[in-house]
């Protein structure tokens, strides 16, 4: 398909943006930073020094043997023995200036002097399960093994995604955060950069956490609008906003049709960041239903509870392009925003009402519930357009993900070599995904009579035909993939490892990890 907009004639905002409370928009936000410092553990100051323990064994102690029989015998009194996720505060020993030693368990995965994946995500969850335990603490200190750059940046990710706290909203007992946080490691210009990697890559997760956790009073599509204009202050980056007169004008019927039940009118949002020399252009499409209602086609009541996390896809993507551009990775980077609120209002569009999309195809309305394929198709068509060299969308797009693969594995659909390209990526940083088919049968369940395409398909394999769905808006040429974060990206359940209940920032590390691999 060869259909694009010149969006740097563009607006620098849509038309009409409802104002938000000025408050609220800027909001304060309980996320830790932390410092690096190579100093020994034993001569550490801190509140609180962080340890690791695998099979009854302390480690990071071996230079320091009486240190490391102290805290041995300690483990051994209580009992502990270095289990995955298992936590123990003990009074520090002498020979330590630590106040007192928080011990983390590794489990039987050996990290070893250059940790493989699981090692290192072995070090994140550990990293991040000893600071979910430390709400108020002063100082904390981790000297988990890290003889390696890549294992300081895994400690420095799990510790960082570990210390957020949403308290924009809380008006008592706002010192639940964590306080100050180093990461020990090895002295070397290497070991500082891993840090900083790591540092901005779970800065730019806790932001989309920020914006998942966001009530969707707050948050709508002129909000997010200006969010992302705001955070992208400094950085080189270019942000472009087309309101409703410019999506009219471009034909974006899927944005504009899921958004005409709302008060609060739908907007495209383009974050580019092209650094010169870039030899490869990445594009990620995200999902962005601010809220999902269902529109006449009514979610139940229970169903409605957590759909604030509709636009996870959105808020991963833009934050992703965000960090690549803090990394200053040599490769162009394209995040698109299709934002809209799926509302019943009187003006919504209908079951058996058919949409002109973007790309010039025609959709027939069925089931207004099956409306992120249908921002997402408009957005596929305008990235496709520029001829990226791998094309990926993000999206919270079906149940079946959940049935299919459970609330932490995403499936990955789409070419072979954009599925093994994202698979291999989230591997590497920790993130559960899994390639999955779109089989050929699957495009037959939307048949219209009325249109090319009614938007909803088959009940079975759900997960599979939404993605053959949007794979009529791309190019048959085109390396995409399609990755289903239903499950992954809002945490219902308890928290675990770095993960907090509510919004994860599920796919962001995932993302940024395609640009490095790009470079």
């Given amino acids: 398909m060869t259909c694009g907009l010149n969006f740097d004639s563009q607006l620098a905002l849509g038309s009409?943006?409802?104002?938000?409370?000025?408050?609220?928009?800027?909001?304060?936000?309980?996320?830790?930073?932390?410092?690096?410092?190579?100093?020994?553990?034993t001569k550490t100051r801190a509140s609180v020094l962080v340890l690791a323990a695998a099979d009854g064994s302390a480690l990071g102690l071996d230079s320091v043997r009486s240190a490391r029989t102290a805290v041995e015998d300690i483990m051994r009194?209580?009992?502990?023995?270095?289990?995955?996720?298992?936590?123990?505060?003990?009074?520090?020993?002498?020979?330590f200036s630590a106040d007192s030693i928080l011990l983390v368990g590794?489990?039987?995965?050996s990290t070893g002097s250059d940790p493989g994946p699981a090692g290192l995500e072995a070090l994140r969850r550990a990293a991040g399960t000893a600071l979910r335990a430390l709400d108020g603490a002063d100082a904390i200190a981790l000297a988990l093994p890290a003889s390696t750059p890549a294992a300081v940046e895994a400690v420095t990710v799990g510790a960082e995604l570990g210390a957020y706290r949403f308290l924009a909203y809380v008006t008592e007992d706002e010192d639940k955060a964590p306080g100050t946080i180093t990461v020990l490691g090895p002295k070397g210009r290497a070991f500082t950069a891993a840090h900083e990697s790591g540092a901005i890559v779970a800065a730019a997760t806790n932001r989309a956490r920020d914006l998942v956790n966001t009530p969707p009073l707050d948050l709508h599509p002129a909000s997010f609008a200006r969010i992302v204009e705001e955070q992208s202050g400094s950085r080189k980056v270019t942000v472009t906003v087309l309101g409703e007169k410019e999506l009219e004008a471009g034909g974006?019927?899927?944005?504009?049709?899921?958004?005409?039940?709302?008060?609060?009118?739908?907007?495209l949002v383009k974050v580019e960041y092209s650094p010169r020399g870039a030899k490869r252009h990445l594009s990620f499409v995200g999902k962005g239903i601010t809220f999902d209602s269902g529109?006449?086609?009514l979610k139940p009541a229970a169903s409605m509870e957590d759909m604030k996390s509709d636009m996870s896809g959105?808020?991963?993507?833009?934050?992703?392009?965000?960090?690549?551009?803090?990394?200053?990775?040599p490769v162009r980077a394209t995040a698109w925003l299709p934002l809209a609120e799926n509302m019943p209002g009187s003006s919504a569009i209908r079951p058996s009402d058919v949409l002109r999309m973007r790309s010039g195809k025609t959709v027939e309305v069925t089931n207004t519930d099956a409306e992120g394929r249908l921002v997402l198709a408009d957005a596929l068509a305008d990235a496709g357009a520029e001829n990226p060299d791998l094309l990926v969308d993000v999206a919270t797009l079906t149940g079946?993900?959940?049935v299919a693969?459970?609330?932490?594995?995403s499936g990955v659909m789409g070419t072979e070599s954009a599925r093994t390209q994202v698979t291999e990526a989230a591997e590497a940083v920790g993130e559960q995904m899994w390639a999955m088919p779109i089989p050929e049968e699957m495009l037959a369940g939307f048949d219209s009579n009325a249109a090319d395409l009614k938007n909803s398909g088959p009940r079975e394999g759900g997960m599979l035909a939404a993605a053959a769905f949007l794979r009529e808006f791309v190019d048959e040429d085109r390396d995409w993939a399609h990755i289903d974060i239903a499950g992954p990206s809002f945490n219902t359940g308890s928290a675990f490892g770095y993960t907090p209940v509510a919004g994860t920032g599920a796919a962001v590390r995932t993302l940024v990890e395609l640009a490095k691999r790009s470079d």
């Fill in 400 to 402: 079946a993900q959940i």
């Fill in 252 to 267: 974006y019927g899927g944005i504009l049709g899921v958004g005409q039940g709302s008060t609060r009118g739908p907007r």
């Fill in 16 to 41: 009409n943006p409802t104002p938000i409370d000025d408050e609220r928009e800027h909001m304060p936000r309980a996320t830790t930073s932390s410092s690096f410092a190579s100093s020994a553990p």
């Fill in 106 to 109: 590794l489990g039987s995965e």
């Fill in 77 to 95: 009194a209580i009992g502990f023995t270095g289990k995955a996720g298992a936590t123990a505060r003990i009074p520090a020993p002498k020979g």
């Fill in 405 to 409: 693969l459970g609330k932490r594995t």
């Fill in 314 to 329: 959105a808020a991963a993507v833009v934050q992703a392009v965000f960090a690549i551009a803090d990394l200053r990775l």
């Fill in 295 to 297: 529109g006449l086609s």
